[in-house]
């Protein structure tokens, strides 16, 4: 398979940490601390977005000040590793990070103090910006927060989240791209289900077609869920055999160059049942009123506000279990997240992911999702899959 294959060129990455300097400025912080690991879904976000690095087994933070260059630090098992894929070449190996039972002794290892002292007066630090503290271990935070003691921290993570809200044309590229191996792995499942068929061979297929696409990985664990196992809205793949007549729930989410795409789909195999059809032309309506609805300037509940009108009065109020739109960039699903009590304003440039949910019901559940690029003219859908498999 021959495609051409988009990547963030490296001249983007000042220009984001520019737009992080300017948010220090707006807010009067000294410092900005983006900590990311390796967690599944959150962990890597500023990481990939600041550095253009995936983090792997040990958790790094990027250090912002004011003006310069950013600083990442890392364990000590990281920093080759870091140097070679990294956007940002100043590589310090934080005390923090260390283990206490490891040595390592030729390794320079430095606290955090002493890799900001480098900079600034560290009693002269009186604002410090936060992001991915949730992510933080207890002991970790309360060493970085000790180092520190005299300042006020401030959680920067919705802020730099919104950062990164309104695409780039390099990052639309490469989600474009992410959407056609979606599209690639949902063909897979297409071809992989059958009677007799387990669950974890459908998602091997899909992921398999995935990589072979230019994948490294997913944003979410590929969802494959059969028969009952379809119900819930965060189904994992097991060793059940497809059966004649299933619904099988299907959510693909490759990761491409740190970024994401998602396609839900029911597949239908044999004899669909008569409940089943009618949730999915109710869900397929809710998704098109909702494209239709998103546009530059409206408020993002408002839109979702219409697809859950048209499910809750066809009597699936209760299956629409979460919000229904949310952005999609580093993270599969990330801020901002357009729910009935969110008043963010949508806008151009952003790339969402319309998610309707049809869940918990008696007969099994699946979603509709679908990903679309908001231009000042409304929503371009971003793939081609089509709405009813049948098998």
Known sequence: MVLDKPTIPAEEYPKRWARVQELMEQNDLDLLIAYADDHAVFGPAHARWLADFPVHFEPVCILMHRKGQPSILCGPESPEYIQLRSRIPDVRVL????????????????????????????????????????????KVYRAFTEVFSQAEWVDVEFAMCMLRAQKTEAELKVIRYAYKIAEIGFQAAIDAVEPGVTEREVAAAIESAMRQ???EGTGIDTMVGSGPNSRPLMCRSTFRKIEANDLVQITVAPR??????????????GEPDTRVMEALDVAICAQKACALAMAPGVEGRLAEAEA??????????????????????VIEFEPPIFGPTRRDLIQTGMVLSIDIPVFNTIWGGFRIEDGYYITDNGAELLNKMGYVILK
Not at 112 to 122: C, H, I, R, S
Not at 308 to 329: C, L, N, P, Q, T
Request: hydrophobic share 40%.
């Open 95 to 138: 005390k923090e990070f260390c283990h206490p039972d490891e040595d390592y002794p030729h390794t320079k290892i430095e606290s955090l103090a002493e890799v900001v002292a480098d900079v600034m007066d560290t009693k002269a630090v009186r604002r410090i910006g936060l992001a991915g503290g949730d992510l933080m271990g207890a």
């Open 213 to 215: 696409a230019g994948a």
């Open 256 to 269: 491409y160059e740190g970024y994401h795409a998602a396609i839900g789909r029911p597949i239908l195999v």
């Open 308 to 329: 859950r009108k048209i499910m809750e009065d066809a009597g699936y109020g209760e299956s629409f279990v979460y919000s229904g739109i949310h952005s999609v960039g």
